[in-house]
C-alpha cells in the first residue's frame, strides 16, 4: 500500500479540453501537453480566433489538429496555447464572468456535485495501456476515492467499451512525455484524457501525470497557469473569461508540490499536495 496524505480543506473543477505537465527540475521536466509543429492561424476561422481573444487566450499558433480517440480515429479539434484542445462548440459556449486572483485555480464549469464518475482504462490495441500504466491508473483514481469531504467518486474498470463511460485514459501519440484531457462540460467531467511517452518513468510518475489529467478532466487550471513557472518558463495561458478562478484557502504565489503545476519530472510521487486536497474539498 502506498502512503497517502490527506489534509482536510477546500477545492474546485471546471469545463472544456485542457493537458498538462509537472515539477520544478528544468532539466528533467516534461510538458504533459502535446507540443505540435509550428504554424500559423490562417486555417482558423477569424470567429474562433476573436472568440478565443474575447476570453484573453494567446491566439498566437492556433491551429486545427486531429485529436486519436481511443479507438485510433480522429476528432477535428482546435489546439490553443500548445496544451488546451477545444472544438469549435465548446469554444462557441464559452461565456464571460469569472474573475482572476492567486493559488490554485478552476476552471468556470465543473462536474455536477455526489456525481459517481464511470472511468476505464483502454486495453485495446496499440491505445491501449500497458500493465504498468493500469497500476498507476488505479493509484490515480484511489488519489481521488480517499478524500473525505469530497462529494465526486469514481468507479474504474478496465476495457474497450468505452463510449458509454464518463473518462476513458488511454495511450496517445505525442513528442515528449506527458498526457492531456480537457474540461467539464454540462456537469459531465471531460471525456478522454490521454497518456503518452511514459515508458521509462516509474509508476508513481506515472500516477502523477494521470492524477494531473483526471484533474483537468474534473475542473483544474494549471497552478502555475500565469507563468508555467514549472516548465522554466514565463508564459500566461490566460486569464479572466477562460476561468482563472482562485480556490479560497489555498497557498497564495507559486507552489511547486501541487500536482497541477504545469510540468513535472521524474522525482513525482504521484500524491496530492495540501492545497490540492483543499482545492477539491471546495469545489466537491
Avoid at 478496465?158 to 495511450?171: E, L, S
Wanted: hydrophobic share 35%.
Amino acid at each position: 500500500m502506498k502512503n497517502f496524505r490527506i489534509f482536510l480543506m477546500a477545492i474546485i473543477s471546471l469545463s472544456f479540453f485542457f493537458q498538462s505537465c509537472q515539477k520544478e527540475d528544468i532539466n528533467e521536466s516534461q510538458p504533459e501537453s502535446k507540443v505540435l509543429p509550428d504554424s500559423n492561424t490562417n486555417d482558423v476561422p477569424e470567429v474562433i480566433v476573436n472568440k478565443l481573444a474575447e476570453f484573453y487566450l494567446n491566439t498566437d499558433g492556433v491551429k486545427k489538429v486531429d485529436f486519436m480517440l481511443p479507438d485510433g480515429t480522429t476528432k477535428e479539434m482546435y489546439q490553443v496555447e500548445e496544451d488546451i484542445i477545444m472544438s469549435e462548440k465548446q469554444i462557441m459556449e464559452l461565456e464571460i464572468g469569472m474573475g482572476v486572483t492567486d493559488r490554485n485555480y478552476r476552471t468556470n464549469n465543473l462536474v455536477s456535485q455526489g456525481r459517481n464518475i464511470s472511468i476505464i482504462g483502454y486495453t485495446g490495441g496499440s491505445q491501449g495501456l500497458s500493465s504498468k500504466e493500469r497500476t498507476a491508473l488505479q493509484w490515480a483514481v484511489a488519489n481521488y476515492n480517499r478524500l473525505s469531504g469530497v462529494s465526486i467518486s469514481f468507479t474504474l474498470t478496465f476495457g474497450t467499451d468505452y463510449q458509454n463511460k464518463d473518462m476513458v485514459v488511454y495511450r496517445g501519440s505525442g513528442g515528449g512525455a506527458g498526457g492531456s484531457a480537457g474540461f467539464p462540460s454540462g456537469g459531465f467531467p471531460n471525456k478522454y484524457v490521454q497518456i503518452y511517452g511514459l515508458n521509462n518513468y516509474d509508476t508513481n510518475v506515472i500516477e502523477h501525470v494521470i492524477t494531473h489529467e483526471i484533474g483537468h478532466s474534473v475542473g483544474f487550471r494549471h497552478t502555475d497557469w500565469d507563468t508555467r513557472r514549472s516548465c522554466g518558463q514565463n508564459v500566461n495561458e490566460g486569464t479572466a473569461g477562460v476561468g482563472a478562478i482562485a480556490i479560497p484557502g489555498t497557498s497564495s504565489g507559486y507552489n511547486a508540490n501541487s500536482i497541477m503545476v504545469a510540468c513535472f519530472s521524474s522525482g513525482e510521487n504521484g500524491e496530492f499536495d495540501n492545497d490540492d486536497i483543499i482545492g477539491l474539498q471546495y469545489m466537491y
